[in-house]
């Protein structure tokens, strides 16, 4: 099926993690919040009085992610076994378009290597809430990008 274009509905995104084999596994049934997905570049002001607007030099990009859902056990036990743990992990944010993701449709993510991928830190469960949250940021030098593409 050729890959459609226009709105979607956040029950067509799929996030993949990798678990503590490093098998990149399908997560979406334990996330409700993915949060913002992409790059932030720091800026640094170097406007003159003679220039008309503000200028700027960008910087290194980062690429943090938040995530969250409801308490489950499967996804507690994924999440300790990799939470702090040094080693990249791989992650594919998968966007279907107006039907679950396939091959030409938009995809985040970074495949993990040697040097490079995520880092999952600070795994947190809230109790009153029956909720985990986790932040990731990117290890090594290599990007997260945009793609078509599910990651390996």
Not at 21 to 33: E, F, H, K, P, R
Not at 107 to 135: C, E, L, P
Request: glycine fraction near 10%.
């Amino acid at each position: 099926m050729t890959a459609n274009t226009g709105r979607t509905q956040v029950k067509h995104v799929t996030v993949k993690l990798d678990n503590s084999a490093g098998t990149l596994t399908d997560i979406s049934a334990y996330v409700d919040n993915v949060g913002s997905v992409g790059l932030e570049y720091e800026t640094q002001d170097v406007t003159a009085y003679s220039d008309g607007v503000r200028n700027v030099v960008i910087g290194r990009p980062s690429a943090p992610l938040a995530i969250s859902g409801p308490f489950d056990t499967t996804m507690h036990a994924q999440a300790i076994s990799i939470n702090g743990v040094t080693t990249p992990l791989s992650l594919d944010i998968q966007i279907g378009i107006r039907h679950a993701w396939e091959a030409g449709e938009p995809q985040y993510g970074i495949s993990m290597s040697a040097t490079s991928g995520y880092f999952m830190h600070d795994y947190k469960v809230d109790i009153n809430a029956n909720r985990w949250s986790a932040k990731l940021d990117v290890f090594g030098p290599t990007t997260p990008a945009w793609g078509t593409t599910a990651e390996a």
